[in-house]
């Protein structure tokens, strides 16, 4: 009989592509484990097993596997479950899911090289295909996998190629496996020969005459018995003031041995754990609340207001389910927060909880990746962003999804367009567990679906301590102006609460939606402004580097001294970002230290961590900075939030701007006076009179709901109707804008009025690329697959028309 298995290759296909396999491979593989596969003329890739079968290809001849990579699954069935749900709903392949859920060390990229180890070995340890390897060594100086293959004639040369290397008969040049090294720290500790009181004795009088000696022996044993934990090398060389030389000798002589522990880079070196805090009324009202709900729902929003103690009520579940043996995924919107958390976690549940996130290397991630896989001690607890839904999980408990209002949960590019909010409800399910959606400020979708009884609804309304909420204070710039009221950007009424606030020694967050120094530069003469040769949008000035920046694409160029246009030197500024603000500042408080957080401070792996820990010590009096400021940190001295513009967050062209623009406000604020002393925001605007600043000022949640909700039904948006957004991509405006019209109208035939478009977004071009937008509408109660089975036939088709074929398609199920 013949074995086959279908493979899922990390590229975009429609399909899985069959390959042949022998019946000893059939029943070696297991469905999940690697297998590195020849593809196209001339390509390999790295595959995952999906199926195992005895049925041939129709349309094609099979062609034999390469070699299989793994002697176990690495991906297990829940997981493919969820890939497949994943490129059913997302409508994408499983390729680029496999692309997104695999770090990268995992794909096989090039061919791994073999080559002869210096040492001289003794020939009659080998066994035979051992022999054929290290014989053939002999005469080449390097060899790739393949070959091996074929020297030995099977596939799976992995465990020979292992058994050589264990040998030390061969080392490995590769990419492969060696893409991840665990890293290996030294460790010491007494050779077992002086473990008997006697003996330890006599050695410490032998090496009486050696004092270095004597002394790092005597280290050891002090550090051993204050840490009671295995002594790294490093730590008794500093401890000792005795250099590695002398800790080399005492190996040497048999003294001390040494061994290698693997550790993992996200390190925990607090002691024991703190026990979690007793909960207030509230919070232990919500949290039998939650339990409770549990029982019959399986995700429950907690809607509680910023400081209400939402993560201590997180702890205790979490508790829970630990005791349970379970495991518990935390997800949060962006790594921004995961600086407090983590340490604010460890606390609690030490050297469980593990860290996983797009700043962290490839090497570490496959760390937490095997730690998850094998369920081992050090990962019950995965506090990630949104990519960690795809951890291989054997046996979670809880999905908590902090901030669920937020955007960045869902990737925009590439595909898979996934929401990560929205798929851990699909992977609970698939585990059979529980998800926790929380918020100050829920999006309009999960309080939409508590209010269907589609989700269980807990609420706590009380900030903790009983601090009151921050008492909000519109600014009507326009009247500042005209009355001259005032200096750059700030209104008189925030540089007095500014003012006060620092003499009290509180700290101040100024919040500006957008970096850099101006949006837009404009010549006072002509009006010409510096255009992005690439996209349809103004450079934005960077003071700093004294650059014009695109923000789309990463175009930068030297800000000219005179008009492109007309030459004249006189060049104005127009709008402003983070880095104007905080030019403003200091020059306004000289005497205090202010910082900025934005995207241009915070690069590198601890750029956030950095900054936020400089807040919490005091370091800085006023800190600058955009959105990455509102989400859900803690600190106990920030007493004033002011919000230097408020408008150009309500004019953005999206129909979710408004939600958004609220849950922004109310979550900076969320930043004032969380300990003891009540905050104070001040926001400043053009339009004091605006619904949605009138509701952040009074914290008016079901107002603000209840408002945009009816703009949803009225204009067919989400969650009334669910929406898939068809973006056609060309560099040729001409040919995109053909290829929308037919796209358009070939959808219309099918949906009528539920299609818009094709439409030019705001930005019509970026990087080169013209861009026209289709949207679809789809009802509650049309079959949200039909309808996809539908645009993909006329997808299809589409890609079948020969002018149509280089234009770009994408498709985005539930845009943001
Ligand atoms: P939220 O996530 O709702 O914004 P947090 O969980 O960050 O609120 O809590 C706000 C502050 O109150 C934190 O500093 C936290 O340590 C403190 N806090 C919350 N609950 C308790 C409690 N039960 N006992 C002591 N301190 C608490
Ligand atoms: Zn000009
Ligand atoms: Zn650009």
């Not at 499983?94 to 990268?104: E, H, K, Q, T, Y």
């Not at 008997?196 to 022996?217: C, G, W």
Request: proline share 4%; with cysteine; aromatic share 8%.
């Amino acid at each position: 009989m013949p074995y086959f298995i279908d493979i899922i290759i990390p590229i975009p296909l429609q399909k899985l592509f069959t390959y042949s396999i022998t019946k000893a491979e059939a029943e070696f593989l297991k469905i999940g484990m690697r297998v590195s596969v020849p593809f196209g003329k001339s390509k390999i890739y790295t595959g995952i097993v999906a199926r195992i079968h005895n049925n041939p290809p129709t349309t094609y001849e099979a062609k034999e596997i390469h070699q299989i990579l793994d002697e176990g699954p690495i991906v297990n069935e829940k997981q493919l479950q969820l890939w497949q749900w994943i490129a059913n709903y997302y409508m994408c392949t499983l390729g680029d899911v496999m692309r997104a859920a695999l770090p990268s060390a995992f794909i096989l990229e090039s061919e791994t090289i073999i080559t002869k180890h210096k040492k001289l070995i003794d020939e009659s340890i080998l066994l035979d295909d051992e022999f054929l390897v290290y014989e053939a060594l002999q005469h080449q100086s390097s060899l790739k996998i393949h070959d091996i293959s074929n020297i030995l004639d099977k596939k799976n040369v992995l465990p020979v190629i292992k058994r050589l290397i264990e040998k030390e008969v061969i080392a490995v040049e590769e990419e492969i496996y060696e893409k991840y090294k665990p890293k290996l720290v030294r460790y010491v500790k007494l050779h077992a020969q002086f473990a008997s009181q006697s003996a330890l004795q006599k050695l410490l009088e032998d090496l009486s005459r050696a004092p270095k000696q004597h002394q790092v022996v005597l280290t050891l044993f002090s550090i051993s018995a204050k840490t009671k934990k295995p002594v790294k090398v490093a730590d008794l060389s500093t401890e000792s003031g005795a250099s590695s030389s002398i800790i080399k000798s005492l190996i040497d002589k048999g003294v001390l041995e040494e061994y290698f522990i693997q550790t993992d880079r996200v390190q925990y070196s607090g002691d024991d754990n703190e026990d979690s805090k007793s909960l207030n009324d509230y919070q232990a009202t919500a949290l039998t609340e939650i339990k409770e709900s549990f029982k019959d729902q399986s995700v429950v929003l907690l809607h509680g207001v910023t400081s209400s103690g939402k993560t201590e009520v997180y702890v205790k579940l979490i508790e829970d389910v630990l005791n349970k043996g379970q495991q518990v995924l935390y997800l949060l919107p962006e790594i921004a927060l995961t600086a407090q958390l983590i340490t604010r976690l460890q606390n609690y549940f030490g050297e469980q909880v593990a860290v996983f996130h797009s700043k962290y290397s490839s090497h570490e991630r496959v760390e937490v990746w095997n730690h998850v896989l094998n369920n081992s001690a050090k990962a019950q607890i995965v506090l990630g962003a949104r990519s960690s839904i795809f951890l291989p999980f054997n046996s979670l408990g809880l999905i908590i999804v902090d901030e669920e209002h937020e955007q960045s949960f869902k990737q925009f590019d590439p595909a898979p367009r996934y929401h990560a909010r929205d798929t851990a409800v699909v992977l609970a399910h698939i585990h059979n567990s529980k998800v926790l959606l929380g918020s100050a400020t829920p999006s309009l979708e999960s309080y939409f679906n508590a209010k269907q009884n589609k989700y269980g609804f807990v609420e706590i309304t009380k900030r903790f301590n009983d601090v009151l909420m921050p008492d909000v204070e519109l600014v009507d710039i326009k009247d500042a102006l005209k009355k001259k009221r005032m200096k750059g950007h700030f209104s008189d009424r925030l540089l007095e609460e500014m003012t006060e606030t620092l003499r009290e020694g509180h700290q101040i967050i100024l919040f500006q939606n957008r970096r850099g120094f101006s949006p837009i530069v404009e010549c006072h003469t002509c009006g010409h402004s510096p255009q992005c040769p690439n996209c349809d949008v103004s450079l934005t000035y960077h003071q700093y580097r004294d650059q014009l920046r695109c923000h789309y694409c990463g175009f930068v160029e030297i800000m000219p001294k005179t008009c492109k246009a007309c030459g004249s030197p006189e060049l104005d500024n127009k709008g402003f970002g983070t880095e104007q603000i905080e030019a403003e500042v200091k020059l306004l408080f000289p005497d205090y230290k202010v910082a900025r957080m934005d995207l241009d401070t915070t690069r590198g792996k601890y750029g956030y961590e950095k900054i936020i820990t400089a807040l919490e010590q005091q370091e800085i009096d006023i800190l600058v900075g955009t959105q990455m400021l509102t989400k859900g940190l803690d600190f106990r001295n920030v007493k004033l939030v002011g919000i230097m513009n408020a408008d150009n967050m309500l004019n953005f062209p999206d129909f979710r701007a408004h939600e958004r623009s609220f849950q922004l406000m109310l979550q900076v604020s969320g930043r004032a006076g969380r300990t003891e002393e009540r905050g104070k925001v001040l926001i400043q605007t053009y339009n004091p009179h605006h619904n949605i600043l009138q509701q952040v000022s009074t914290n008016n949640y079901i107002d603000m709901y209840n408002e945009q909700m009816n703009d949803r039904y009225n204009y067919k948006y989400p969650p009334i109707y669910k929406q898939i957004k068809i973006t056609l991509k060309h560099k040729d405006f001409s040919r995109v804008d053909t290829a929308s019209i037919w796209y358009a109208k070939s959808l219309r035939n099918v949906f009528g009025d539920n299609i818009l478009g094709p439409e030019s977004p705001p930005i019509a071009r970026i990087r080169n690329q013209f861009l026209k937008n289709i949207l679809v509408k789809i009802p509650k109660k049309q079959s949200l697959s039909k309808t996809k089975e539908a645009i993909i036939k006329i997808n299809n088709s589409f890609l079948n028309v020969k002018d149509f074929r280089s234009v770009k398609v994408i498709l985005n199920v539930d845009n943001f």
